[in-house]
Nanobody, 124 residues
């Protein structure tokens, strides 16, 4: 079971940018997703990436603003966030994701490890 450590969050003004990092020993062979959870809301999948970066997917809410990438030599998955909006405020987590027959991956694996997450706050 992978153990994830997220970092890179912070306080940013609307329209600003942040880059989140997710590190886990041995994540090279796993498809990884980014999830977020705001107070009063359930955890939502926002992006995922296949083990060799041949497939990336995004939730409609972040399409065109966020970019997921990975460096397997560094055991790291990144989420570059631009044009941030107040509604992006949440705690962000990374996790192992399930792959459907059709190749969809915005669903956490049932046995994934959940780290502490990193807080992103977008406010003026």
């Amino acid at each position: 079971q992978l153990q994830f450590t997220e970092s890179g969050g912070g306080l940013v003004r609307p329209g600003g940018s942040l880059r989140l990092s997710c590190v886990a020993s041995g994540l090279t062979y796993y498809a990884i997703g980014w999830f977020r959870q705001a107070p009063g809301r359930g955890r939502e999948g926002i992006s995922c990436i296949s083990d060799r970066s041949t497939n990336t997917q995004y939730a409609e809410a972040v399409e065109g603003r966020f970019t997921i990438s990975r460096d397997n030599d560094k055991n790291t998955v990144y989420l570059q966030m631009t044009d941030l909006k107040p509604e992006d405020t949440a705690t962000y987590y990374c996790a192992s994701v399930q792959i459907t027959f059709q190749g969809q991956c915005l669903l956490a694996a049932t046995d994934t490890y959940w780290g502490q997450g990193t807080q992103v706050t977008v406010s003026s």
